[in-house]
């Protein structure tokens, strides 16, 4: 990142601008608030009109046709001429025809020399498989919408008469959703949401526990979900009589079963059930784990134009710092690396990585199609009102959260992780997808990036917000843990911002502090992304 005056902090008044790239011929604002029209920058250049915070101007006249360029990339082309010192905002530019996905470069670009980070550890919940949870949680699995208000009114039983009993117990989590039912079960593409509930079960955080609560009619039974096989036991867990090797008997509550006379009869087999694995996850104790088994999510969402300058650099810098520390990290958003597709695919640890994420970009590319749009129906309101003219410019400022470690491997909607290191997990850019489709891919622990704000959060693993600028982290003072703000202002580095981030991710997972969701209980409900037809 370059910036104009770049020893002038914003809470100056001095006018700010933030320059990517050296070749760009447009400057982010930098104050808050905005410049007024007749602005005199440092350069000398003064402004023509009213530019808000974080939104472009020109450095100089740009003829009609001409690239508008940011990170060193045309995110545009001017529809007609721009002179110096105007504000650039998405009307006055052509977006640039997506990037073709042949003749890309794979696997070319030599991994940086970097040191192992050793000798970072934190407290985590070594579960039966070796997976390491942050936290704690029971969660009771369903397998069709139709009971997600039954097991509601259980859950919130269990917490109050159950889990003050089980102090080791963090919470109690009904994974509710809507699928199940009414939808083409066997069609192409419902394998998506169907693995992606099963993984969701099995995430690290619920410690080996599976629980499900049925109706018993539902097009996804239970057997269905979980297939023998698909659950790994500790040595404690009831199995079936016919020899030690073999599967444990699925526990499920289902509602229409004939034993159940009446709503509160149904309530107390769930607890009943509940309490059983309740007993279990309390006996389990935190111990010192290294910093490898941290699994990492990184998201972005309400993302502005400091998205790409402050937050998000720091999220990339301390991916690094993950990947070398031996951790699990992915990053997702298919429409929001499309138009860096060449980035990616140049940084694939092999070319066959690299043909994996085409393969993705391909598969997307033709799902968007089927529904008559494009990547660039990917931009919202706030992000244009955040300085974000179109998807290309909200992609290179995403792009950033995966560093610059080789990526080593490619996995599609609703797969596990299989390798540590970095990892691109396919998804789509929505943000409750996203993180719901990264449960189950496996994550432990989640940093979410926002310029606009949101209260984002996912009751089966912490978030922790990063705020890109400092107004919106004294605003939303009780919602975002982190401010990398500080970077635009002036006041601290990416890599400072970077390494408080790996403390705090460390602390959180540990359990020394809760991130502001939790504190608040403010969680979201899981999206499952099927892209099969619903009947």
Not at 174 to 179: A, D, I, T
Not at 206 to 219: H, I, R, T, Y
Not at 235 to 259: H, I, M, S, T, W
Not at 396 to 425: F, N, Q
Request: with cysteine.
């Amino acid at each position: 990142m370059l910036a104009n005056d770049t020893d002038q902090k914003v809470a100056t008044g001095i006018p700010v601008t933030i320059l990517m790239n050296e070749h760009d011929n447009v400057a982010i604002v930098a104050n808050a608030g905005g410049l007024p029209v007749g602005t005199e920058l440092i350069s000398g250049l003064k402004l023509r009109e009213r530019v808000p915070q974080g939104h472009k101007v020109a450095l100089k006249d740009i003829e009609e046709g001409a690239p508008v360029l940011r990170y060193g990339i045309p995110i545009g082309f001017a529809l007609h001429r721009i002179l110096a010192g105007s504000w650039i905002s998405e009307r006055l530019l052509r977006m640039p025809e997506a990037r073709n996905l042949e003749n890309l470069p794979m696997a070319t670009v030599k991994p940086p020399d970097t040191t192992a980070l050793d000798g970072f550890t934190f407290e985590g919940f070594r579960n039966p498989d070796g997976s390491v949870g942050t936290r704690n949680i029971l969660g009771i699995t369903t397998t069709v919408q139709c009971v997600a208000g039954v097991v509601d009114f259980a859950v919130q039983r269990i917490k109050t008469e159950l889990l003050p009993r089980f102090p080791n117990v963090d919470d109690v989590v009904g994974l509710e959703h809507s699928y199940g039912c009414g939808v083409a079960i066997d069609a192409r593409g419902a394998e998506i949401p169907i693995r992606t509930l099963r993984n969701i079960s099995l995430n690290p955080n619920f410690g080996g526990e599976v629980m499900v609560v049925s109706l018993g009619c539902e097009k996804l039974q239970p057997e269905r979900l979980m297939p023998p096989g698909s659950i790994q036991i500790s040595d404690e867990r009831n199995v079936a009589d016919v020899g030690a090797n073999a599967d444990p008997v699925l526990d499920v509550v289902c509602l229409q079963d004939d034993k159940h006379i009446g709503f509160m009869m149904m309530i107390d087999s769930i607890m009943a059930r509940a309490e059983v694995h309740l007993k279990r996850l309390n006996v389990r104790a935190r111990e010192t784990v290294p910093a490898s088994e941290l699994v990492v999510g990184v998201q972005c969402g309400g993302s502005d134009a400091f998205s790409g300058v402050t937050a998000n650099p720091a999220v990339g810098f301390c991916t690094d710092l993950l990947v070398r520390a031996g951790a699990s990290v992915m990053f997702s958003e298919v429409t929001e690396v499309r138009d860096g597709i060449d980035q990616l695919t140049s940084r694939a640890s092999t070319p066959e990585v690299a043909e994996a994420m085409i393969r993705e970009m391909e598969w997307y590319d033709a799902y968007l199609s089927r529904g008559g749009v494009d990547r660039s129906a990917n931009t919202t309101p706030g992000n244009k009102k955040g300085g974000l003219s179109n998807i290309v410019e909200k992609a290179m400022g995403s792009i950033v959260k995966s560093g610059s470690s080789p990526i080593s491997d490619v996995i599609s909607p609703g797969e596990r992780l299989k390798k540590r290191g970095l990892t691109y997990a396919a998804t789509p850019a929505s943000d409750f997808i996203c993180g719901t489709l990264q449960i189950a891919a496996g994550m432990n622990l989640h940093v979410f990036t926002t310029g606009r704000g949101t209260p984002y959060g996912l009751a089966p693993v912490p978030v922790i917000k990063v705020a890109t600028r400092t107004e919106l982290a004294l605003r939303w003072h009780d919602l975002m843990d982190l401010n990398a703000g500080t970077i635009a202002d002036g006041s601290a580095t990416i890599e400072e911002v970077g390494w408080q981030m790996f403390r705090l991710m460390l602390d959180v997972a540990s359990g020394r502090k809760k991130t502001w969701a939790e504190r608040w209980k403010l969680h979201n409900a899981l999206v499952l992304f099927n892209p099969a037809p619903v009947t």
